[in-house]
């Protein structure tokens, strides 16, 4: 079954340090999401891509934060430095774009990321 | 904007009890809305759908029915299992948009003992 697969699935970093978080959506589909969950919450977009273009950042805290997708496939979220407020799940989600905005997103496992 | 609110939790059952989980929501236009889950230590796995009014989704024992009159989308089972132990979170993609942002509740914890 195929899969939307992240890496790392855990990473501890100390403040003020660069972190990086990597992820491959199900081939085909053309519309990738991150999302940031904090603990005890409930998951907040940060980015949305269709193909290579961003379509939606306006939640992403773009002086530390940075995303792409160079060639529409797999994306690579980027935060420098980080911050002990970004401790949290970083879950990378793709659609397909045969299926209407009604459509399923799949997550992957997740990011959980500890800033000390 | 679009939210949706879920009711305050955690919840913590017997088995065989009967779950309700309830969800309500603001947004423009006629959203869609979504029951994800997300069983410990993995990522989040649609439960069930329901993209028009009066519609009910269902899968796995659970169901719930899209209201507009009332803007709720409250997850039901019958009959909860250990194995149903999880995170629930109920979301919705608002109507106007053509690219599917899932907007997410604050999740609601249930613990189901033997």
């Known amino acids: 079954e195929a899969e939307v697969a992240q890496s790392p699935r855990y990473k501890i970093t100390e403040k003020s340090q660069a972190v990086a978080f990597w992820c491959d959506p199900i081939s085909g589909h053309a519309t990738l999401y991150w999302y940031r969950q904090i603990l005890g919450q409930g998951p907040e977009l940060l980015v949305q891509?269709?193909?290579?273009?961003?379509?939606?950042d306006s939640q992403l805290p773009k002086d530390r934060f940075s995303a792409e997708r160079l060639k529409g496939v797999d994306s690579t979220l980027k935060i420098q430095p980080a911050e002990l407020g970004d401790s949290a799940m970083y879950l990378c989600?793709?659609?397909?774009?045969?299926?209407?905005?009604?459509?399923?997103?799949?997550f992957g496992e997740g990011s959980r990321l500890t800033v000390l | 904007g679009d939210s949706v609110t879920q009711m305050e939790g955690p919840v913590t059952l017997s088995e065989e009890a009967f779950l309700t989980i309830n969800c309500t929501y603001t947004a423009t236009g006629y959203p869609s809305l979504f029951w994800y889950v997300q069983y410990p230590g993995e990522g989040l796995q649609l439960l069930l759908k329901a993209t028009k009014a009066d519609d009910k989704g269902s899968n796995k024992g659970f169901e719930a029915t899209y209201r507009k009159e009332t803007t709720s989308f409250h997850l039901e089972k019958g009959s909860v299992q250990v194995s149903d132990s999880a995170v629930y979170f109920c979301a919705l993609v608002s109507g106007g948009t053509s690219y599917g942002k899932l907007t997410f509740g604050q999740g609601t914890i249930l613990t189901v003992h033997p």
């Open positions: 989600a793709s659609r397909s774009t045969g299926t209407s905005n009604t459509g399923e997103l799949f």
């Open positions: 891509f269709q193909d290579e273009s961003v379509v939606d």
